[in-house]
């Protein structure tokens, strides 16, 4: 603490330092400062007490540092009440002097300890405070959290990628962002031709740059990255298309498209691995038939239905009192797409199919409305 140190030496009891004590007193009084004339060693011993007893009253009352600072250096200070009274020392007797100063010593040493036990105090009142401002009541009952989920969607996917990845057949990834000749021409679709009205599209300011319509286009890619190997993938992504938004439609949703290029590959391969797929997601035992269809760049077409999962044939809304859920479309891959990407259609066939996640979530969740996919609201996160 400031000052302390510095006339520490001057209170030791000891003659060597109160001799050094009154040789700046005699400094003190040739300079010509305050000199008491007739003062009695019992009168500065009763204001030392009087200091004393005052210091004490104070110091109790103090209770924060600036407090406690304006104290120290009121009575410890170097212009304090303490120091103030020993200069006054010179007016007694030589004799005297050692008496009076070790009562001056005792009463700072007394203070001093004082000092430190209030400053303890302080800031022991200070922590005490500030732990009662900052506790927490342990008995109120918690808030409850409400773990994450994965989107139905997301799931969908997911199961979708296991069950096609135990047979064999890899992720690859395809542009969202297409041209017309991906999305179109190469899938056996030339302009002008009336298939194109089935997936019209946005269109972006770049002439013959297209949001891709379906996941087909991956096949285009896929073949041609690959010719000639065989190839086993599936394309999963978003497609967009230009459509009224309505209960059964939206204009951005996902497909998972599949393709299989080899030596032989049959219409065979391509219901083994439908059906072993449709068993797996829809439980086993699930009839399924497969109706024929017309897509540019399959021949022949088909759709596939499985038996209304919700109803098991019987007919309620979801299958529109069918019985049947359509589920994906597919057929064995057009010689020319084979040919206009790379393999020859003599030596090489394939099969291919494409199907919609969130139709397939609506009909196994019994979803109403596949517009809640993307409408943001959390109690879809609940249907399942
Ligand atoms: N691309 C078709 C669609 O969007 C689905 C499909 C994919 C059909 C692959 C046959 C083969 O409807």
């Not at 000052?3 to 400094?27: K, M, R």
């Not at 050692?98 to 430190?116: M, Y």
């Not at 799931?155 to 135990?166: C, G, K, V």
Request: glycine share 8%; net charge negative.
């Amino acid at each position: 603490m400031g000052g302390t140190t510095e006339y520490a030496g001057n209170f030791v009891p000891g003659d060597e330092c109160v001799v050094s004590f009154f040789d700046s007193f005699v400094l003190t009084k040739q300079e010509g400062s305050i000199h008491m004339g007739n003062t009695t060693r019992e009168d500065i011993v009763q204001q030392l007490e009087q200091v004393l007893r005052e210091a004490q009253t104070t110091l109790a009352q103090a209770n924060n540092s600036e407090q406690i600072q304006a104290w120290h250096s009121e009575y410890l200070g170097r212009k304090g009440q303490l120091t103030g009274i020993l200069r006054n020392l010179g007016s007694l007797a030589p004799e005297e002097r050692p008496q009076v100063g070790k009562v001056a010593n005792d009463i700072k040493v007394t203070l001093e300890a004082e000092l430190q036990a209030r400053q303890e105090a302080i800031a022991q009142a200070a922590l005490e405070a500030m732990r009662r401002a900052e506790s927490v009541d342990i008995t109120l009952p918690g808030r409850p959290q409400t773990p994450g989920k994965l989107h139905i969607t997301t799931r969908t996917l997911r199961d979708i990628y296991m069950i096609f990845a135990e047979m064999g057949f890899q992720i690859y990834e395809s542009p969202e962002v297409e041209t017309d000749e991906y999305n179109f021409q190469l899938l056996n679709m030339p302009p002008g031709h009336p298939a194109r009205d089935m997936w019209d599209t946005f269109y972006t300011t770049t002439p013959g740059l297209l949001l891709r319509t379906h996941t087909s286009p991956g096949q285009v890619h896929a073949m041609r990255q690959y010719a000639p190997e065989p190839i086993r993938v599936i394309v999963p992504g978003k497609v967009y298309r230009y459509e009224q938004v309505t209960a059964r439609s939206e204009s951005m949703f996902n497909q998972v498209e599949g393709l299989a290029i080899g030596k032989h590959v049959t219409f065979s391969d391509l219901k083994g691995v439908l059906m072993n797929y449709a068993n797996q997601m829809y439980g086993e035992g699930r009839v399924a038939r497969f109706r024929k269809s017309y897509f540019p760049f399959t021949e022949p077409s088909v759709e596939m239905d499985i038996d209304c999962v919700i109803c098991n044939g019987k007919g309620c809304p979801i299958c529109k009192y069918s019985g049947w859920l359509e589920i994906l479309g597919a057929g064995m891959v057009h010689p020319l797409v084979l040919q206009y990407n790379g393999y020859d259609p003599g030596e090489f066939s394939g099969f291919a199919f494409g199907m919609g996640p969130e139709r397939m979530a609506l009909q196994k969740y019994g979803i109403d409305d596949i517009r809640y996919f993307y409408s943001n609201d959390a109690r879809m996160l609940e249907r399942v």
